[in-house]
């Protein structure tokens, strides 16, 4: 199958950057699209951004889209999330998904990686 592994999350203070990487191994011959996701404590998870593994048709929710840009390098089978002007209220685990089709559920999960922004 594929294994997806996050990194780059951290504490940052309010208005700094991050970028997460999602690196892929395994079957990546199978991923059609990838996306990235959070969860807050005490909320759902929810959407961020997400992109064909091809690199194509970036999109985001649209409260994120202009501070976060997510992108892909087939070469090295790695995602991307580059995040500016952070929040606190952007404090959350972003996780890696993926999936093998254009619809429906993300097939495969990340562990996530805690960012922490401060005030």
């Known amino acids: 199958q594929v294994q997806l592994v996050e990194s780059g999350g951290g504490l940052v203070q309010a208005g700094g950057s991050l970028r997460l990487s999602c690196a892929a191994s395994?079957?990546?011959?199978?991923?059609?699209?990838m996306g990235w996701f959070r969860q807050a404590p005490g909320k759902e998870r929810e959407f961020v951004a997400g992109?064909?593994?091809?690199?194509?048709?970036?999109h985001y929710e649209a409260s994120l889209k202009g501070r976060f840009t997510i992108s892909s390098d087939n070469a090295k089978n790695t995602v991307y999330l580059q995040m500016n002007s952070l929040k606190p209220e952007d404090t959350a685990v972003y996780y890696c998904?993926?999936?093998?089709?254009?619809?429906?559920?993300?097939?495969?999960w990340g562990q996530g990686t805690q960012v922490t922004v401060s005030s």
């Open positions: 998904a993926g999936s093998r089709s254009s619809g429906g559920v993300y097939d495969y």
């Open positions: 395994g079957r990546t011959f199978l991923l059609y699209r």
């Open positions: 992109i064909l593994w091809s690199g194509g048709s970036p």
